[in-house]
DNA sequence: GTGCGACATTGCCCTAGGGGAAGGGTCAAG
DNA sequence: CTTGACCCTTCCCCTAGGGCAATGTCGCAC
């Protein structure tokens, strides 16, 4: 017949949580000595093993005292539901477990260590800090939202800095930052970049983003337009391109 | 320059507590469009990941306040000291998974399977429901306070009930539940249960739980003896034996 | 332009699962 | 017989949001 704080101490909770427990209803007030300290047998350190496991499991208390009050079978099937749904956070969680550790190494929560060494290769090649940021940015919404399609993605366009004609190009566009919009440099550059964006998609295919990955873009672009009229002239001429000699 | 309910379903959580960061200081307020609502970055996404991974990791949000505001190298001391804490708040959950598992097939959420085995062959050699019973809550105090050591204890008695001397001991203990505290047979029975435990444990090695142990069998004896006068005199008449007879 | 559904704003209250302190009694050891 | 470690109840407090209300706004259909 073991007091309160023993039993809290077996089971590894407070003292405070099994009396709360008690107060919910979530187990049974057990008799008390003489001085009105109560006692517990092994069955009620049973009891609260079960409550805390699946108050552990997330269920709440009032579902607990419910099914604790059922039948075996409710209790059962409970258990089951709680074991997918517990699987489901455990994976949640060693998830996060890995953005934690990339956290922990000083790097950004999400970007995949080959994307920060292809935004430090841009760096080498001449890109300005304000466009590697800008790159980063795009990166980091995309892996945050689709990693699977930012995969497919980034590893196309790791591959096109290898070529040294786009990668000019993209140069080019970089340094278009400070020109004035008016600047017809900038309509030759743009349509060298739809020439050459047309020979690299003939067809539509990776081209044009899914649905709901084409948003992400735009959020960038727009970010992108508002820190250059330069850039924004670039960005009107060079859809314009695409569009009418596709 | 996305709204606060497309931040919200990038990063997958409500707007709700998007805009609780914002009160608490986790989030800098964007600046508002025309008609007032939130307009939010890239930037602003990235931020919302890395507070989402430390309040996820468990972190109050308080802490995350204070080191979203202070030095990087302190957010990457907070964040690993937050992994190895996460990695054992994974782990415990996988063991409460378990037991969730057991308790979702309509098994004991502690007793290994050998434990229930052993539990059901006593009751075939003819050891009363009381017994078993009392058995169970012993072995169920043992796992869920020192499982390794609960183990070796267990390994010890299963194969103490291959002896059929000792077997046959055990079996009377059982039955000596209703006799007359009084009856000479106890005596003689307690006499022969304190020869075979010297011969079986010749040393004090297994038979002397560790301190920690050592109230646990106290617990279960205490209840065992209040359901049997008899059974308190023989437990009396067994450990003055094992002590004047060592 | 009128209506509609989906979205945004602030504000206020509600909840779960305890923590902690107040104010008091009890027990065992030195 | 005091001291430290328990126990008792009651009360308020906290965190991390959820829910609801009342109101304003968007974009699209008719």
Redesign the interface.
Known sequence: ??TIG?LAR??GVSTKTIRVYHDKGLLPEPPRDESGYRRY???D??DL??VR??A??GLPLATIARLSAGS?AE??DA??A??TE??A??E???A??S???R????N???LPPEVEQHLLRLHDLGFSDRWVALER??W??TF??YPDTARRYFADQSEAQNDPELRRLYLEYDHAHDLDPADPALADLADRIVTASLARYPTTDLNEPPDDLA?LPQ??Q??INESSPAWKRLDTLIRHGLRTRR
Chains 1, 2 share one sequence.
């Open positions: 017949m073991i023993e077996y089971v047998s092994a069955q350190l049973v093993v079960k496991t699946l552990e499991a075996p209790l059962q258990a089951s709680a074991v517990l699987t956070r455990i949640r969680l060693t996060t477990l953005r934690l550790q956290l922990a190494a000083g950004s929560p999400f940015d795009l980091i919404l945050a939202t948003t959020l960038v727009s970010s």
